[in-house]
Nanobody
Framework: QVQLVESGGGLVQAGGSLRLSCAAS????????MGWFRQAPGKERESVAV????????YYADSVKGRFTISRDNAKNTVYLQMNGLKAEDTAVYYC????????????????WGRGTQVTVSS
């Protein structure tokens, strides 16, 4: 059974940094797309960053380009989201997601989700 467990959220001042982690287990992710979504209060969930576990192109929301970086550690089966230059509008619950399909290309939704981790940026 696929499990995605996020960690690393918290409270940070504007301009600061956080690194989120997503520990993946229960499946062979070698050809999966892995990524991060976020959902702020009263807003729809949006895709923030996506990559294939095998490498290659990464996809970022325009709002985070140049500030956020997605990466993975194969040995630890973990995907990361490094967030720099945080802004108040980055405040949201951040979810890890996985799917065999790169959802931002296919226009689909990922099939596997973590429970989320709260990120709060104070201005």
């Amino acid at each position: 059974q696929v499990q995605l467990v996020e960690s690393g959220g918290g409270l940070v001042q504007a301009g600061g940094s956080l690194r989120l982690s997503c520990a993946a287990s229960g499946g062979d992710f070698s050809d999966y797309a892995m990524g991060w979504f976020r959902q702020a209060p009263g807003k729809e969930r949006e895709s923030v960053a996506v990559m294939r576990w095998s490498g290659g192109r990464t996809y970022y929301a325009d709002s985070v380009k140049g500030r956020f970086t997605i990466s993975r550690d194969n040995a630890k089966n973990t995907v990361y989201l490094q967030m720099n230059g945080l802004k108040a509008e980055d405040t949201a619950v951040y979810y890890c997601a996985a799917d065999p399909v790169v959802w931002v290309v296919a226009g689909t939704a990922p099939g596997y989700w973590g429970r989320g981790t709260q990120v709060t940026v104070s201005s």
